[in-house]
């Protein structure tokens, strides 16, 4: 399958510094990409030089088998961006921020006028279709942002923070349209955002920069599997584990280590066979087991662990979720 994106060395500076430093990867069709990191890591300047609006001054990039840097109109013509600041001009009307966005894209009247009505529907906007953007709530200007980079139907989006400033119900029904645009409608996506437990729900893969480098990229279970050996088990008790009792677990065969939760424990084993190990000695202990489940680990664990990789590699402290990493409270690095 040809890839969707492709980039091979790509790097960008500028006269502060080094913004993206020889980024590799691939999207395939139809997938979510979370690309992730914080502020300053590169991903803004990524989003740039696939679309063609910043050339690379090493390495190259391809988008649906187009190069950016050389065909950056036909490329845009069939990608879709939605910044984190929305860029609508506020003294036109909803529907005439896209009717606008229609000519300018050479888009058929009749087709454009039909299309902006049904996204306005979708986005729960049509009943402002008519009412300018100035004096909107974020979360409207967000829903509408979000149609226009959908206004030419595009096999590419690149969403930076879509559900920043929406209330639940809204960031809800964006969220299930992301995934519908990718699962159904074959669209791929690279998702840029700081809602990692939205990420988790959305994204195939996962890319974290950090200063311009990719420092993990892959699947979160595949990361996972480089950054921890075994596996998690959650165990259900009603209450958290007592002292003795962790302990106790810490000395059977195949246990890493034993972190409490507010409802129990949370185990760390050599195998998944070690788990009924486990849950004899609570059972002969008197502590009542509910429940024992696999707790695979998500993508916010596996972000954090990479934060925390790169602060140890740094030799700077981490913040308080890469220091538990660390500290062996939720996994241990290699």
């Known amino acids: ?26 999207v395939q069709p139809g997938e979510v990409l979370a690309l992730l990191g914080p502020n300053g890591a590169g991903k803004t300047t990524t989003v740039r030089l696939l679309n063609g609006i910043l050339a690379p001054d090493r390495g ?9 840097a050389v065909d950056g109109d036909a490329v845009r013509r069939r990608t879709g961006v939605l910044t984190e600041h929305a860029g609508l001009d506020e003294r036109l009307t909803a529907r005439e921020n896209l009717e606008l966005t229609a000519r300018m894209r050479g888009i058929d009247r009749v087709w454009a006028a039909r299309r902006t009505m049904d996204l306005l529907e979708r986005f729960g906007m049509a009943d402002r279709a008519d009412v300018t953007v100035q004096g909107t709530s ?10 226009r980079a959908l206004l030419h139907d595009p096999d590419v989006l690149f969403l930076d923070e879509p559900t920043s400033g929406l209330d639940p119900a809204a960031t809800r029904d964006v969220i299930d349209l992301i995934g519908a645009l990718a699962t159904e409608h ?27 480098v990719l420092h993990a990229f892959g699947r979160p279970e595949d990361i996972a599997a480089d950054l921890w050996d ?3 088990a959650e165990l259900d008790l009603g209450q958290p584990v007592d002292a003795a009792t962790s302990a106790a677990i810490e000395q059977l065969p195949g ?15 050599d195998r998944r066979d070690d788990v009924p190990g486990v849950v004899r000695v ?8 509910y429940g024992a489940s696999a ?40």
Not at 138 to 146: E, V
Not at 319 to 329: H, K, V
């Open 60 to 68: 190259r990039a391809t988008v649906l088998g187009l190069d950016p």
């Open 1 to 26: 399958m040809t890839a969707a994106i492709e980039t091979h060395d790509l790097t960008r500076s500028f006269p502060s510094g080094t913004a993206l430093d020889g980024l590799t990867l691939s």
């Open 282 to 289: 609570l059972v002969e202990r008197g502590v009542p087991v």
């Open 138 to 147: 974020t979360g409207q200007r967000k829903r509408l942002a979000l149609a």
């Open 255 to 269: 246990v890493v280590r034993v972190a409490s939760l507010p409802n129990g424990a949370l185990v760390r084993l």
């Open 295 to 334: 707790r695979p680990p998500s993508l916010e664990d596996v972000y954090f662990a990479v934060e925390a990789r790169i602060a140890e590699a740094e030799g700077r402290p981490a913040g308080p979720s890469t220091a538990a990493l660390l500290s062996g409270a939720i996994g241990g690095g290699r």
């Open 186 to 212: 074959g669209r791929t996506i690279v998702l840029c955002t700081h809602f990692l437990g939205e990420a988790g729900r959305l994204a195939d893969r996962m890319a974290v920069l950090h200063k311009g």
């Open 230 to 232: 075994g596996v998690d």
